[in-house]
């Protein structure tokens, strides 16, 4: 396997101290059909976390991918006539295209048929093959028959108590075949106190915390062993040749793809360890553990084990970002199956809301009511579609600002189009088009010089200067506060409060009046040169956010560098006289939408996958 070489995404400047070393995923996306928005949202949100880290100077690796194996690609790829390699090929160029167009910065795509991933997995389940569990010291993998029930769209086997009412998913709202095969199981009833006892010491392992008690109370209401190969699929990773009777066995598609994590740095080769673990001290973030907290269970002393041949303790530094349908796999099943291979769990499980759209009339279900988007539920929406008609900055806004991290949202195109007119046209485009203009009409183009904010004659301006500047000095904790909590949708808010604070002091200056008395010209200086700053700010804060925006408002204000760069006292606020500039042109950052003017169209609805 190539090596990888780290190419930083910022540029080191005097008196940066050591970065933390921050590695983030996301869950593959399976690609039996297009990128809907639901995909969109998960990338968009790892995209704003990683370019958080990447601003304030954190050595950043941002993984995501897609999933390629399995019987629903089999079958996907049968019915457009092609052989599953062919179509996998097809369809995963869509969602690099997507990504791209939505602006996401992921530093690798994982493909889990790549033969790279194929060697990891089968070394994986040798492991595991080899594994003795902690209980009874049996083999953590053995040969059984399942009979029950298998949902093809989960890819899952399910339990009834797992089906609604009417013993369908609860998930695709179809009911799940009865199948019976022999497969080999995973004894990951055997890990629960494990897991337990990890959760419990790093209650930090899961968020949000309402999450992690779900995960706690699936544990502790009974783990039972799962299968981990399915017998008679062609396309799929077979098993390693020294699994006794593992002929014509694939990998079971859920261990293949959360794999990915460990395969993407070129796992079982020790190099995985630079983004995987870090020193104490540079962990990307809360919940690390020692790699060697568990050894005690099987795996020590092999290469790429979690303490093999390490000189000093090294701390788990692996953050997930998943959806709330997929947790139990991600907390319950992968943290099992590395600690019977002898592998540091990550540091982190973020765990994400839904998308919810309303259900009409051609969705199951009464009308009216809010469901999550999916294919199979024929409502999905084309993330493609919307940035190219209302612009990649207006849809990511949307996605971190009116949907609360860790929870459900909803989507409409009238939310959408309300949302970025009131904050994106209305607030900060506004601000930002009047501005550079009186900068323009008044002083050429040029910063003024004037800061005097106590030629202020008027008691309502002051009171709405000490406003602003108290907004911004606020919001200049707050919103790195928020963005490392993982309240992003918070961290907008507090920037979009002084956004909100400098519309006021515009209204109560009046600046427009100001330049027309050569006498306040002192006033006017100190006004633009308040909204100047109040600009800059919020276009290193909105950056992970709308980066294109943010750097193209950037160029206007005539800066030098990127938001992207700004860090330490460079992203304070300073409000005073500046350095002198000249700034761009006046733009309209954000048009206003108007869906009944003519060609404004409707790009979203209900709409089944191309």
């Not at 079982?268 to 962990?283: I, S």
């Not at 809360?286 to 084990?305: C, T």
């Not at 990550?346 to 009308?367: D, L, N, S, T, W």
């Amino acid at each position: 396997p190539r090596r990888f070489r780290y190419t930083p995404r910022f540029t080191p400047q005097p008196g940066d101290t050591v970065p933390r070393r921050f590695y983030i995923t996301t869950a593959i996306d399976y690609v039996n059909g297009r990128p809907h928005l639901g995909h969109a949202y998960e990338k968009v949100l790892a995209d704003t976390i990683a370019r958080f880290h990447r601003q304030r100077g954190d050595a950043t690796w941002f993984l995501t991918g897609t999933d390629e194996h399995g019987q629903k690609i089999a079958a996907a790829a049968e019915k457009a006539g092609l052989e599953p390699q062919a179509f996998v090929d097809q369809m995963s160029l869509t969602f690099v295209a997507a990504w791209q167009k939505l602006g996401v910065s992921y530093d690798q795509f994982i493909r889990t048929s790549d033969r790279r991933h194929e060697l990891a997995v089968q070394e994986l389940m040798r492991r595991l093959a080899e594994a003795l569990t902690p209980r009874t010291g049996e083999p953590a993998i053995y040969e059984g028959e399942y009979e029950g029930l298998y949902c093809e769209g989960c890819e899952s086997f399910k339990g009834e108590k797992e089906l609604d009412e009417k013993g369908r998913c609860p998930e695709h709202k179809k009911k799940p075949k009865a199948i019976k095969e022999p497969n080999f199981f995973f004894r990951l009833s055997e890990y629960d106190e494990a897991l337990l006892k990890h959760i419990e010491a790093h209650p930090e392992f899961i968020q949000p915390d309402y999450r992690r008690n779900e995960v706690v109370n699936l544990i502790r209401g009974g783990l039972v062993d799962v299968a981990v190969s399915r017998p008679n699929l062609r396309w799929g990773i077979p098993l390693p040749e020294e699994i006794e009777g593992g002929e014509g066995h694939t990998v079971y598609v859920w261990t293949d793809a959360l794999s990915n994590y460990l395969s993407a740095l070129a796992w079982p080769q020790r190099v995985y360890t630079k983004w995987w673990l870090a020193k104490q001290g540079e962990t990307g973030g809360p919940g690390a553990a020692r790699q060697d907290e568990f050894q005690e269970l099987d795996g020590q002393g092999r290469p790429g084990a979690a303490w093999a041949g390490t000189g000093q303790p090294q701390y788990t530094n692996a953050f997930h970002l998943i959806g709330k349908d997929i947790s139990r796999f991600h907390c319950v099943l992968w943290p099992a199956m590395l600690l019977a291979a002898g592998v540091p769990l990550p540091r982190q499980v973020y765990v994400h809301g839904f998308i919810m759209m309303a259900r009409g009339k051609k969705g199951a279900g009464a009308e009216g009511e809010q469901v999550k988007m999916g294919k199979s539920l024929g409502n999905v929406v084309d993330p493609v579609e919307l940035a190219e008609r209302f612009g990649a900055d207006a849809l990511r806004f949307y996605l971190v600002d009116a949907i609360p991290t860790g929870g459900d949202g909803e989507f409409s195109l009238e939310l959408f189009v309300e949302h970025c007119n009131t904050h994106l046209a209305n607030k900060l485009g506004n601000l930002a088009s009047r501005t550079v203009k009186l900068v323009h009409n008044g002083y050429a183009g040029a910063t003024p010089p004037e800061w005097a904010p106590e030629a202020f004659a008027d008691a309502a301006v002051r009171e709405a200067f000490d406003a602003l500047v108290a907004a911004a000095n606020a919001a200049a904790d707050e919103v790195p506060k928020a963005a490392d909590e993982l309240r992003l949708d918070d961290a907008l808010a507090s920037a979009w409060t002084v956004v909100e604070r400098a519309n006021e002091f515009v209204d109560r200056s009046r600046p427009w009046d100001l330049a027309k008395d050569p006498a306040r010209r002192a006033e006017l200086g100190t006004a633009l040169n308040a909204l100047l700053e109040t600009l800059r700010l919020v276009a290193i804060w909105a950056w992970p956010v709308i980066p294109g925006k943010a750097e193209e408002l950037w160029r206007v204000l005539g800066l030098p560098g990127t938001p992207g760069e700004q860090r330490g006292e460079a992203a304070r606020p300073a409000f005073g006289a500046p350095a002198a500039r000249t700034l761009g042109a006046p733009v309209i950052l954000f048009p206003r939408i108007d869906l009944k003017a003519p060609g404004a169209g409707t790009p979203a609805g209900p709409a089944k996958a191309k």
